[in-house]
Each structure stands twice: as structure tokens, then as C-alpha cells.
């Protein structure tokens, strides 16, 4: 059976690990799931691993629905959430709910994504899970915040630790059915996840999480730079440089 958001919910009671992925193709989403994966998350990562953007900033909505569209064809078992890219949910609730609506109707996605915890997100998030439409929080680092904290650390004193505890007990109450937690510190993960009663997914944030995520193409070493907390368990890029060179090879010495 495909997993469900109340399945997830459940190993969280269950204290059973939730395990998840990135994916932005049909290829590599169809082997996600093949192999077992709870969730796949298209990610705006997408914007760098697959578009060459410096940033997730670029990433379209039109971007994210056919990376979506092609990811679902290979996903017949693992939870399917899926990204709001910059600018597609920030700028009112209404558009939002266009935005939103659009995934859901164009994309088998049975979740969205949107990042921060402040009093309006929260607020959009209240009414888009109002009518219907499942969503994940995601508090912590914020890539879409790149310009104004960078990729720091957030949550390393006691201020802004109480501030993502705050914005997560908030989010909660908005009702959002999972939780993303990136690069805080994991006694502040760990106590997130104590006193909210819906699972979180962890990202460079310990192993005190109900789940975690990292992007597929650091774990197969396919990319360039990677975080200093997402272990690369196979070197694809240096694997697939030399297969091309010995066809190559194979073909200049025919």
C-alpha cells in the first residue's frame, strides 16, 4: 500500500524512522521508490542539482509542476510531497491557493512544502489546510532566505532557539502534518520533536528526529559541493566520468 500522511503520523507514535529522499526525475524517483523509500520530496533543490542555478531561487512554479509530473510517474508507493517555490505563496494567501492548487490538480503530489514560521505564513498555511490541501512546515534554515541568513546554522542561541520552537508549536496549531528541521542544532531538533505531535524530518538537525531527509545527489556523490552533514554513500560522478571515458575510448578506437 502507498504510504499516507497518517501512516507517517503513526510510526511517529510508533517511534518508527521515517526515511527520505529528493527527487527530481522519473529515473531516479522510480528507483527511490524501488528501493523502499517513505517519502520523496521534489525539492526547489532542484533549482541547483538539476537547472544549474546557484540558488533555489530561480525555480518556477511551471518548474516545479513538470519536475513533479515526471517524478510521480515513477512513484507508485513512497509519499509524494512537493515544493511552493519562491514568490508562488508568499506574496497573499490567494495566490497561495492558486499556486497550491495548481500542484495538487497537475501533479500526483498528496503534499506541499512551504518554508518559515512567521505570523502570515502561518496564517496562509491555516487556510490552505482549511480546504483541503496537505501541508508540511519547514522551519530552521530556509533556503529561500538565502540573501538575508545565508547557510548558517540557525537556532545557536537561546533567542532564536525559542523562536523556532515558537514558529513550529505554530505551525502545528495551523495544521501542518509533518515538519522539516534544517541545520539547527539537535538538542533543539530533539526537543522539537518531543513536544509536537507530528512528525518531524530532520536535515542537518541529529538523529533525534522522527525522519530524515538529505538530497539524493549527495548521497551518490553527484554533486559538486555537499553539506558537511549528508554522508555520500557512492561516488556516481566519478563512476559515470570514467564509464563515458572508456566508451569513448571504445568508440575513437573502433
Same mark, same amino acid.
Given at each position: 500500500?502507498?504510504?499516507?500522511?497518517?501512516?507517517?503520523?503513526?510510526?511517529?507514535?510508533?517511534?518508527?524512522?521515517?526515511?527520505?529522499?529528493?527527487?527530481?526525475?522519473?529515473?531516479?524517483?522510480?528507483?527511490?521508490?524501488?528501493?523502499?523509500?517513505?517519502?520523496?520530496?521534489?525539492?526547489?533543490?532542484?533549482?541547483? =542539482?538539476?537547472?544549474?542555478?546557484?540558488?533555489?531561487?530561480? =525555480?518556477?512554479?511551471?518548474?516545479?509542476?513538470?519536475?513533479?509530473?515526471?517524478?510521480?510517474?515513477?512513484?507508485?508507493?513512497?509519499?509524494?510531497?512537493?515544493?511552493?517555490?519562491?514568490?508562488?505563496?508568499? !506574496?497573499?494567501?490567494?495566490?497561495?491557493?492558486?499556486? *497550491? /492548487?495548481?500542484?495538487?490538480?497537475? #501533479? %500526483?503530489?498528496? /503534499?506541499?512544502?512551504?518554508?518559515?514560521?512567521?505570523?502570515?505564513?502561518?496564517?496562509?498555511?491555516?487556510? @490552505?489546510?482549511? =480546504?483541503?490541501?496537505? !501541508?508540511?512546515?519547514?522551519? /530552521?534554515?530556509?533556503?529561500?532566505?538565502?540573501?538575508?541568513?545565508?547557510?548558517? !546554522?540557525?537556532?545557536?542561541?537561546? %533567542?532564536?532557539?525559542?523562536?523556532?520552537?515558537?514558529?513550529?508549536?505554530? &505551525?502545528?496549531?495551523?495544521?501542518?502534518? *509533518? &515538519?522539516?528541521?534544517?541545520?539547527?542544532?539537535? %538538542?533543539? *531538533?530533539?526537543?522539537?520533536?518531543?513536544?509536537?505531535?507530528?512528525?518531524?524530518?530532520?536535515?542537518?538537525?541529529?538523529?533525534?528526529?522522527?525522519?530524515?531527509?538529505?538530497?539524493?545527489?549527495?548521497?551518490?556523490? @553527484?554533486? %559538486?559541493?555537499?553539506?558537511?552533514?549528508?554522508?555520500?554513500? =557512492?561516488?556516481?560522478?566519478?563512476?559515470? #566520468?570514467?564509464?563515458?571515458?572508456?566508451?569513448?575510448?571504445?568508440?575513437?578506437?573502433?
Amino acid at each position: 500500500m502507498p504510504v499516507s500522511i497518517a501512516q507517517i503520523q503513526k510510526w511517529k507514535q510508533q517511534k518508527k524512522p521515517i526515511a527520505a529522499l529528493t527527487a527530481s526525475d522519473y529515473a531516479i524517483a522510480k528507483l527511490l521508490d524501488k528501493a523502499g523509500v517513505d517519502m520523496i520530496l521534489v525539492g526547489d533543490s532542484l533549482a541547483m =542539482v538539476a537547472l544549474g542555478y546557484k540558488n533555489t531561487l530561480p =525555480v518556477t512554479l511551471d518548474d516545479m509542476i513538470r519536475h513533479a509530473q515526471a517524478v510521480g510517474r515513477g512513484v507508485d508507493n513512497a509519499l509524494l510531497i512537493v515544493d511552493m517555490p519562491f514568490l508562488s505563496y508568499q !506574496v497573499s494567501t490567494e495566490e497561495a491557493m492558486r499556486s *497550491a /492548487g495548481r500542484i495538487f490538480k497537475e #501533479t %500526483d503530489a498528496r /503534499g506541499i512544502k512551504l518554508e518559515g514560521g512567521y505570523p502570515d505564513m502561518v496564517e496562509t498555511i491555516r487556510k @490552505l489546510v482549511q =480546504v483541503g490541501m496537505p !501541508v508540511m512546515g519547514h522551519v /530552521g534554515l530556509t533556503p529561500q532566505s538565502v540573501h538575508r541568513i545565508g547557510y548558517r !546554522v540557525q537556532g545557536g542561541t537561546p %533567542d532564536t532557539a525559542e523562536e523556532i520552537l515558537h514558529q513550529s508549536k505554530a &505551525l502545528v496549531e495551523a495544521g501542518i502534518f *509533518a &515538519l522539516l528541521l534544517e541545520n539547527i542544532p539537535a %538538542d533543539l *531538533a530533539t526537543k522539537i520533536t518531543e513536544l509536537i505531535p507530528v512528525p518531524t524530518i530532520g536535515i542537518g538537525a541529529g538523529q533525534g528526529c522522527d525522519g530524515q531527509i538529505l538530497v539524493t545527489h549527495d548521497v551518490l556523490g @553527484l554533486s %559538486d559541493w555537499q553539506p558537511p552533514f549528508a554522508r555520500k554513500y =557512492v561516488d556516481l560522478q566519478s563512476t559515470i #566520468t570514467e564509464a563515458v571515458k572508456q566508451y569513448c575510448q571504445d568508440v575513437r578506437n573502433h
